[in-house]
């Protein structure tokens, strides 16, 4: 089982009302168009499905999503139990997702399928978001020793997160990926003027830089 690239912490889509919640139109998705943006982002990330259930995927984003402009947050399944049955899904395409998390995070499904830092020291694998929220302070080197390396469109590697670019442009992945590690060995500096050598102490144990697209 192959583990996701850590595109970033946070939302991967977008964020929905609960169940029994007030509807917010145009600003949140039914709890109907939440389910599905589940089963989409699973379907996107290389989650297979059989001709049929693609099928019935189709019939949902008819029902849901009837044209391109449509405004969120106010179309709902008519059959209740077709909703259920996209419910059923959704979950189903959630633990495969979860099933795939990289090391040291998990998807958790709140208003919104989030990718989180699991908080455990104790973890054979501890991610450096993990670290820096519970440092519970700014460190300077936090930003550029949490991110990934990622090529741009132009050839040029840059090193940041899925919306800003920290450090760069590099020429070669390397010299991209060496500006994380160099960030990342400051940062445990920092963390042990500040007293935190419990944190510290998990370097060793943090994940390898992750490096989008792998280079061969």
């Known amino acids: 089982m192959t583990a996701l ?3 970033h912490v946070g939302p991967w889509t977008t964020r929905g009302t609960r169940v029994g919640e007030p509807l917010e139109a145009g600003r949140k ?3 109907d168009e939440l389910n599905f943006d589940v089963v989409g982002l699973a379907r996107i990330l290389g989650r297979w499905l059989s001709g049929r259930a693609e099928l019935q995927v189709r019939l949902w984003q008819n029902e849901l999503r009837p044209t391109h402009t ?3 947050g106010v179309h ?3 059959d209740p139990d ?3 049955l996209l419910r059923e899904t959704a979950e189903e395409a959630l633990a495969w997702l979860g099933e795939r998390a990289p ?3 998990e998807f958790v499904l709140t208003d919104a399928v989030e990718l989180r830092p699991l908080l455990n020291l104790d973890a054979e694998v501890v991610a450096v978001d993990a670290v820096i929220q519970l440092a519970e302070s700014t460190l300077p080197a936090a930003r550029l020793a949490a991110s990934h390396v990622r090529r741009s469109a132009t ?3 840059y090193a940041g997160d899925a919306a800003c670019n920290w450090s760069g442009p590099h020429h070669t992945a390397d010299t991209a990926t060496a500006a994380v590690q160099t960030a990342r060995a400051d940062l445990v500096e920092q963390l042990q003027a500040a007293n935190r050598e419990d944190l510290a102490a998990t370097a060793t144990r943090w ?3 992750p490096v989008e697209p792998p280079t061969r």
Do not use: E, F, V
């Open 155 to 157: 050839g040029d590697w």
């Open 76 to 78: 709902t399944l008519a």
């Open 103 to 105: 090391a040291g995070y």
């Open 207 to 209: 994940p390898p830089i």
């Open 70 to 72: 449509r405004l969120c």
């Open 29 to 31: 998705r039914t709890p």
């Open 82 to 84: 077709n909703a259920s």
């Open 5 to 7: 690239a850590r595109w």
